[in-house]
């Protein structure tokens, strides 16, 4: 190992740094797939975003989004609780419309309610 960094030094850090962040995504990769499998069509709550709705229940966030009536996200995504404060309402009414998005766009998809 040594011979080859004294011939190579160059490759070496290469090789290094390549099989550094390899092995970084697949860690990450690793890390999501057993998050999401963990959290697949969870109960929607306050602190939830749209985004995670829809990566939860495998949905587009943004049809979500439509069929709510909430507003698209712009800069950082805003959570339910957010959302509620920001129109005035109960968090409740927004969670509710978010549901009934969910269970519209479930049943267009053939998928159980």
Known sequence: MIRLWQAH???LLAFALA???AMFFA????WATFYWAGH???AVQPWMTVGYIGHSWQLDPREIDRRAGLPPPEGHPLTL???ARARGVPVAGVI???EAAIA???????GAP
């Open 9 to 11: 030094p160059r490759l």
């Open 19 to 21: 099989a550094g962040l």
């Open 27 to 30: 860690g990450r990769l690793v």
């Open 40 to 42: 697949r069509e969870e």
């Open 81 to 83: 609780q957010e959302i």
């Open 96 to 98: 509710a419309q978010v």
């Open 104 to 110: 519209a766009l479930r049943a267009e998809a053939g």
